[in-house]
């Protein structure tokens, strides 16, 4: 096995671990914005001491960060912020794992962003089984009454949309800050760029919510025994993302995430005791087939 499909795997089960967590935030009184931003609290010292320890290891100082690096790290990190409401938003309109299908919609817009802005177009094959990952996806989100029980756009969809959208920019971002770092290793790049986005992304957010929502910041403080594993969980997958980014197209890397769902079905069933329903099922097996695909063409 590939050393980028291997770390993509680790990362799409700690994601699902993290948005479980992230999920019962909701009942501790958080807002959208409060359970977002516990995301990025606790991630953002680990990450700078995750590339502290990797520059240390190397013997060597912080590598020069072109325009372009924090052109692409910042887009990304403002593109994850939003697509991250979205997806906190999205749990109290679907079940858990209908609602993380939602947002796979991003594996199409990543390969032609990919082609568009970083130059990575994906083989035709490859093209084919993102495809077929995008109609398992189909599948696992389809309402359960039907479309015209709330229409083809309702708010669950225009979420789901929406987060998908923005979570295939910011993997683009992510892809183009880990290219731009002079190094040939992958996990320092990674790290490096990992550090720089988490810092970004929490005073981002810690200056919307002292605006937009006063006390919100305290509130996610002293919910810290709950928001701080949020965070660790969080910081665990997103360096395994950035380093398959550094190391594969971000195409093939979202592609494969894919398999998120299946880990997600498995959580809604076992822990939040949702009921699959069969075309869930068998969303599943079809998104299986664009797994191996994919695995095996790229």
């Not at 995301?39 to 502290?52: I, K, M």
């Not at 992510?174 to 992304?201: N, W």
């Not at 701080?228 to 979202?254: D, E, H, I, K």
């Amino acid at each position: 096995m590939e050393l980028w499909v291997a770390i993509t795997i680790l990362a799409a089960a700690i994601q699902t671990v993290r948005f479980m967590l992230q999920k019962r935030l909701k009942g501790l009184g958080l807002s959208t914005g409060g359970a977002t931003f516990s995301r990025f609290l606790f991630a953002a010292p680990l990450a700078a001491a995750g590339a502290f320890l990797s520059l240390m290891h190397h013997g060597i100082g912080l590598p020069d960060l072109s325009v372009a690096f924090w052109a692409f790290a910042l887009s990304g990190g403002v593109a994850q912020i939003i697509a991250t409401f979205c997806t906190v938003a999205l749990f109290s309109e679907r079940s858990f794992a209908v609602g993380i299908a939602f947002t796979k919609t991003e594996t199409i817009l990543v390969a032609a962003f990919s082609a568009l802005l970083l130059g990575e177009a994906v083989s035709a094959p490859g093209l084919v089984a993102i495809l077929v990952g995008t109609l398992g996806v189909l599948m696992l989100s389809w309402p359960v009454q039907g479309w015209r029980s709330g229409g083809l756009f309702n708010r669950a969809m225009l979420l789901g949309l929406l987060a998908g959208g923005f979570f295939g920019l910011s993997a683009i971002g992510y892809r183009g800050a880990t290219l731009e770092i002079a190094h040939d290793d992958a996990l320092l790049r990674a790290l490096i760029a990992l550090a720089c986005v988490t810092a970004s992304q929490t005073l981002m957010m810690a200056l919307w919510l002292r605006w937009r929502e006063p006390g919100e910041l305290g509130r996610v403080l002293r919910a810290w025994r709950a928001t701080a594993p949020v965070g660790v969980t969080g910081v665990l997958g997103s360096a395994g993302w950035f380093l398959a980014f550094a190391l594969q197209n971000a195409a093939y890397v979202r592609s494969l995430g894919q398999i998120e769902l299946i880990f997600s079905i498995l959580a809604s069933v076992l822990v939040f005791r949702e009921r699959a329903r069969a075309i869930e099922i068998a969303g599943m097996a079809v998104l299986a087939v664009s797994i191996i695909m994919i695995v095996t063409l790229a």
